[in-house]
Nanobody
Framework: VDIVETGGGLVQPGGSLRLSCTASQNLFSIASMGWFRQAPGNQRELVAI???????IYAESVKGRFTISRDNAKNTASLQMNSLKPEDTAVYYC???????????????WGQGTQVTVSS
């Protein structure tokens, strides 16, 4: 497994959660790491993405509430989610654009996803 997400769960509206993503050491030269989410019946959508240089992009719906960060030395990325709303409920996926040991070229690597449920 090249990408592992942790930190999902059930939280009340207005609460906070922190998601973590770890890319295996088989992945290197990771250009970007991002978080996406998919709610039932919806397409997968971008939540936030961060480049190797720290440039970030956020979906309009999460600006000011979510913060993405990464540690290049550890191949990790995190998503701090504050002021959560019921509409944030979804499976959250981590994606890394990276090279893989023993393989040619870079591509996207996805994790299995972690469920986030915002409900009272």
């Amino acid at each position: 497994v090249d990408i592992v997400e942790t930190g999902g769960g059930l939280v009340q509206p207005g609460g906070s959660l922190r998601l973590s993503c770890t890319a295996s050491q088989n992945l290197f030269s990771i250009a970007s790491m991002g978080w996406f989410r998919q709610a039932p019946g919806n397409q997968r959508e971008l939540v936030a993405i961060i480049s190797s240089g720290g440039k970030t992009i956020y979906a309009e719906s999460v600006k000011g509430r979510f913060t993405i960060s990464r540690d290049n030395a550890k191949n990790t990325a995190s998503l701090q989610m504050n002021s959560l709303k019921p509409e944030d409920t979804a499976v959250y996926y981590c994606k890394a654009d990276a090279f893989h040991t023993g393989l040619d070229g870079s591509r996207d690597y996805w994790g299995q996803g972690t469920q986030v449920t915002v409900s009272s």
